[in-house]
């Protein structure tokens, strides 16, 4: 055997085993991924109810009772970062508080049949609290949620008594982290990724992910009640980047609507957000809205509803004092002569 002939055998047998090798990576890589995400699933069931609508899956949680408080979340968490932060069950004190898993986060579907704009998912929500009894709400949304919770106004501004936005992403503009972690939303490629390397990449990243969100304070211990493998597991991460993938076009479909809201607006935001600019965004958006009120958090990164959960709900009762809703107080011993009046069969 000449020597060009053993070189050409032996590249091709390189060639082979690598290809080999980065088989048997992603084969063990899927593995992991799956046992992973089933033991998070286990350590973190759904805790709430489904409800199908428009042919679509949804999971929400409810709590309370009074005037009805709606939450939605942001890009890459699910609806229980509201009770990890705390503002879901210190509003169900006084409101009847139902806070969704957006499409395709936690345990709602996120079907590809349809494109999961914010106006499509408004339209989803919307359909599912008329289903559940709601006639008309407070709609509070963070981050990306905001762009939800906007939609809905604009949709049915009869319906949305009034807004409290935290965080939110309102004006279109050139972000660069967008093409970076919109890929995992891509048929095939994305979704063998993220079946196999982009949970594993993402999870060696995450105290810095997780350290810009919040930053400049600390992360907050009560982020990480949920645990990190149910934010990445491969449902999650299509959702996650899908979402980064429509917020832009996203903002601009709305952004030139914003003077038709009648409804009270308060706009929350942290003056060293690192996600978004609050003044490009909030501060124009405060300064555009017909009924709206700007409160800007010093030092506070792009967690508001962690850092200040008080402001928040403070928010939330001058929106409903505004729009007309009187919150319904729960008596504690009327509760408990309620309780035993049951166990006695009255």
């Known amino acids: 055997m000449n020597s060009d002939l053993r070189t050409t055998v032996r590249k091709a047998t390189e060639g082979h085993t690598g290809l080999l090798l980065a088989g048997v990576g992603l084969v063990a890589s899927f593995f992991y991924v799956r046992a992973q995400t089933r033991r998070a699933e286990a350590e973190h069931p759904p805790r709430g109810r489904f409800i199908d609508v428009d042919g679509v899956r949804l999971h929400y949680i409810e709590r309370g009772s009074g005037p009805t408080l709606v939450l939605l979340h ?166 996650s980047a899908a979402d980064a993938a429509l917020m832009i076009p996203g903002a601009k479909a709305l952004a030139g609507r914003y003077a038709e809201l009648n409804m009270p607006v308060a706009v929350i935001a942290g003056t060293e957000d690192k996600v978004v600019d609050f003044g490009h965004n909030a501060e124009r958006l405060g300064e555009r809205l017909p009924h709206g009120e700007l409160h800007l958090q010093p030092g506070v990164g792009h967690m508001t509803h962690y850092a200040h959960p008080d402001k928040v709900l403070a928010a939330v009762e001058s929106i409903a004092g505004q729009a007309g809703e009187t919150r319904f107080r729960r008596d504690p011993q009327a509760e408990a002569l309620t309780r035993a009046a049951g166990e006695v069969g009255i």
């Open 74 to 239: 942001g890009n890459g968490v699910l609806a229980s970062d509201f009770e990890n932060s705390g503002p879901l069950d210190k509003a169900a004190e006084h409101y009847r508080v139902i806070a969704f898993d957006r499409p395709g986060f936690g345990y709602s579907e996120r079907p590809r049949t349809r494109v999961w704009t914010p106006q499509a998912q408004a339209r989803l929500l919307h359909h599912a609290l008329q289903d559940i009894g709601v006639d008309s709400a407070i709609v509070l949304g963070h981050s990306f949620g905001t762009l939800v919770a906007l939609s809905m106004a604009l949709e049915v501004p009869g319906f949305v008594r009034g807004l409290v936005l935290l965080s939110g992403y309102y004006y279109p503009s050139w972000r660069a982290d967008v093409p970076l972690v919109s890929w995992p939303a891509v048929p095939l490629l994305g979704d063998l990724m993220r079946y196999t390397v982009s949970p594993l990449a993402t999870r060696m990243l995450w105290r810095p992910l997780t350290k810009a969100v919040f930053s400049p304070q600390p992360v907050d211990a009560r982020f990480h009640r949920t645990p990190a493998w149910m934010l990445l597991r491969p449902q999650q991460l299509r959702a």
